[in-house]
């Protein structure tokens, strides 16, 4: 509803600037922005997936092609088409590959429970914070000449972020290998029993 809402109060914003422009285009620009909003952040957050969830990057990775697609077409309907219709659906599907994909995660099991959500998301929190400290060790180790004495001690650091890193990954695959379906297929089997 937070988007909803929003893309009204941009497009009779853009109303009031532009006063020559009609509804249907001022809300389509509305609905546009928000669209583009998406795909600066998007990027953004599959970097972090990328380097905290395998298995979620996996299914994630695609988003901005998705989002471009719908932009793209979102651009067509301004111009030609001028469908109110095709307009909320392609707001719905850019809402749901730019914010409800990775606000909700999907495919885990009936047998887990909030505990398990709560290991996961932590495991995963821990890998990409081990991640950044081990990119800060790597800047921190070029920048130092390798004859000093710090040098040895900021190669180690770097080695050990570097194995909590792989470590935190392999331990969150082991995680989404027991808590999630391996593909809808099993997922779906399992609603059905």
């Excluded at 941009?10 to 795909?39: C, K, N, T, W």
């Excluded at 109110?84 to 590959?97: E, P």
């Excluded at 040098?151 to 909590?164: G, P, V």
């Amino acid at each position: 509803m937070i988007f909803i809402s929003l893309s009204m109060s941009i497009g009779h914003a853009v109303q009031l600037y532009f006063p020559d422009m009609s509804e249907f285009r001022a809300h389509g620009v509305a609905v546009l922005s928000i669209m583009l909003f998406f795909m600066l952040v998007v990027p953004l957050v599959i970097k972090q997936i990328k380097h905290s969830s395998m298995s979620l990057y996996q299914s994630l990775k695609n988003t901005p092609f998705r989002l471009t697609i719908v932009i793209l077409l979102q651009l067509l309907n301004i111009a030609f088409l001028q469908s109110t219709f095709v307009q909320s659906v392609l707001f719905f599907f850019a809402m749901s590959f730019g914010f409800v994909r990775f606000y909700k995660e999907n495919l885990f099991k009936g047998g887990s429970n909030t505990q398990e959500y709560y290991f996961l998301h932590e495991t995963r929190r821990i890998a990409y914070w081990s991640y950044k400290q081990m990119l800060k060790a790597k800047f921190r180790l070029t920048l130092s000449n390798p004859n000093q004495a710090n040098y040895k001690r900021l190669s180690e650091r770097f080695t050990q972020f570097q194995n909590l890193h792989i470590q935190m990954l392999h331990q969150e695959n082991q995680l989404c290998k027991k808590l999630k379906h391996q593909n809808v297929e099993h997922y779906l089997d399992e609603l059905m029993k």
